[in-house]
């Protein structure tokens, strides 16, 4: 079935330090790749999206490209603020037909310290 | 556009109490998820709409755990008899079709069970 590991935290970074999150999935044929963001007392928020082999997802700072051969998608920012402090869920899914959904890695909490 | 909206935002109850849970997605949104999120599992899907339509209960845990979706606008996540072991975080999420794959999620309801 299709999986998605991320790498365990807590993360704990510095303001303006550089961020690696990563992100490896199992899955058959080409799915879309996902990094939601979950901001303390809220729901998660779609962040960045890749749909197909070597596309690079960006937004606020952010980016993440969807690697085939490595079956990766890590997420990475170059200077981390206070406010990137949450909690980041990368995910896939099939596209097409009514019977569509997400399968959420488990989460890696981001702390940026001032 | 409110967003996706949850209610409660907090329930705490005592084992055996039947407990439900509300979500009005977006107006105009086809499909609606119900999550459960918890530290051990993290995020699960429990069940999806699409028109109103159970399309996926796999993630049910078991009897207990029921859920509607009367009409386009309200959906329902019912506990009966509640569990300590129930106590986490409850999302609802609802997407608009037509190849659009973002999930808009509610804030949650955190439920605890005594």
């Known amino acids: 079935g299709n999986s998605v590991t991320q790498m365990e935290g807590p993360v704990t970074l510095s303001e303006e330090a550089f961020l690696t999150i990563n992100c490896t999935y199992t899955a058959t044929g080409y799915p879309s790749l996902f990094w939601y963001v979950q901001y303390p007392g809220e729901g998660l928020q779609l962040l960045l999206k890749a749909t197909k082999a070597d596309d690079k997802g960006s937004n606020k700072g952010f980016e993440a490209t969807y690697r085939k051969e490595t079956t990766s998608f890590h997420l990475e920012k170059g200077s981390v603020q206070v406010s990137d402090s949450a909690v980041y869920f990368c995910?896939?899914?099939?596209?097409?037909?009514?019977?569509?959904?997400?399968?959420f890695g488990k989460g890696t909490l981001l702390t940026v310290n001032p | 556009d409110a967003g996706v909206i949850q209610s409660p935002r907090h329930e705490v109850t005592e084992m055996g109490q039947e407990v439900t849970l509300r979500c009005k997605p977006i107006s105009g949104h086809n499909s609606l998820f119900w999550y459960r999120q918890t530290m051990m599992r993290g995020l699960e899907l429990l069940i999806y709409?699409?028109?109103?339509?159970?399309?996926?209960d796999s993630g049910m845990p078991e009897d207990r755990f029921s859920a509607k979706m009367p009409n386009a606008s309200f959906s329902t996540l019912k506990i009966q008899p509640s569990e300590p072991r129930d106590s986490a975080v409850y999302f609802c999420?609802?997407?608009?079709?037509?190849?659009?794959?973002?999930?808009?999620f509610g804030s949650g309801t955190q439920l605890s069970v005594l």
């Open positions: 995910a896939l899914s099939y596209s097409g037909g009514s019977n569509y959904k997400l399968t």
């Open positions: 709409f699409n028109n109103n339509v159970p399309i996926d």
């Open positions: 999420a609802s997407r608009a079709d037509r190849g659009n794959e973002k999930l808009f």
